[in-house]
C-alpha cells in the first residue's frame, strides 16, 4: 500500500509519501508546497493544485491521509486552510484515492499511545518509524509524514 499524508497549509502544505509492506513504513518522498503569503488566494490556490496534482502522479499513492483541521483562535487562518484543504480533497478525489481524515488527537494518539504528545515527540517517532538518521524538516512534511504512518497503523 502506498499512501500520501497531507498537512494542510496555504503557505506550507507538508506532504509525505511512504509505502507499507509486512506493517513495515519505508519513505518515498516527502517535502513541502509553499506559496507566497503576498499572492493573491486564487493563485496559491492553484498553486498547490498544479503542484500536489504532480506529487501524486508522480508517487503514484493508492490513498491518503489527510490532517483535520483543528482551530479556536484565528478564524482568518482557519478560512485559508480549509480552502487549501479543500484543494487537497480535490486532488486527491480526481486521482482515484481513497481519503482519510484523522484529527490531530488521532495522530498523536497513534503514534505515541498519548493524545497529548509533543510536536517534538511526534517527530522522533516518525523518524524512528521510518528508520531516518534526522527529524524530517521542515516541520510540516514531519506532520505529513505522521498523518501517513498513522493511516498505515489504522488499517493493519
Known amino acids: 500500500m502506498r499512501i500520501i499524508g497531507i498537512d494542510p497549509g496555504t503557505g506550507i502544505l507538508g506532504f509525505g509519501v511512504i509505502d507499507v509492506e509486512k506493517g513495515k513504513a519505508v519513505l518515498v518522498d516527502a517535502g513541502v508546497i509553499r506559496t507566497p503569503a503576498k499572492e493573491d488566494d486564487a493563485i496559491r490556490l492553484q498553486t498547490i493544485f498544479d503542484e500536489l496534482t504532480s506529487i501524486i502522479k508522480d508517487t503514484k499513492p493508492t490513498e491518503m491521509a489527510v490532517e483535520k483541521l483543528f482551530f479556536a483562535q484565528n478564524v482568518t487562518t482557519a478560512m485559508t486552510v480549509s480552502q487549501a484543504r479543500g484543494v487537497v480533497l480535490l486532488c486527491g478525489k480526481q486521482a482515484g484515492l481513497s481519503i482519510h481524515e484523522y484529527t490531530p488527537q488521532q495522530i498523536k494518539q497513534g503514534l505515541t499511545g498519548y493524545g497529548k504528545a ?10 524512528v518509524i521510518l528508520q531516518l538518521k534526522e527529524v524530517p524538516k521542515p516541520d510540516d512534511c514531519a506532520d505529513a509524514l505522521a498523518t501517513a504512518i498513522t493511516h498505515s497503523m489504522a488499517t493493519r
Request: charged share 30%; aromatic share 0%.
Open 118 to 127: 509533543t510536536k517534538q515527540q511526534i517527530q522522533e517517532m516518525v523518524r
